[in-house]
């Protein structure tokens, strides 16, 4: 439904917030299928693969819910990344 919502006209906040809905949904919908699979895991019948991933833009997204919710509150919230903080 948000990507049928995301498709109609918003404004630039509007839609800042519903792709972080957006997100938000798709990490939880992940979640709760990796608890559904933890019976896998403890069968040892789950195969795990290495994928190439940017962690500074990975927690740069799922950090971001946070920080709206700082912002409601009067908090500034900051996510620094070193630079030796590996990129992929």
């Not at 990507?3 to 630039?12: G, I, Q, V």
Request: charged share 25%; aromatic share 6%.
């Amino acid at each position: 439904m948000s990507e049928l919502l995301l498709d109609t006209p918003l404004s630039a906040e509007q839609s800042e917030y519903l792709t972080m809905l957006k997100l938000s949904t798709d990490t939880l919908l992940t979640l709760v299928n990796d608890i559904l699979d933890f019976s896998k895991i403890e069968g040892r019948k789950i195969i795990l693969d290495a994928i190439e991933f940017k962690l500074p833009e990975s927690l740069g997204d799922t950090l971001k819910s946070l920080a709206v919710r700082a912002s409601r509150r009067g908090w500034r919230w900051l996510i620094p990344f070193r630079p030796r903080c590996p990129s992929t």
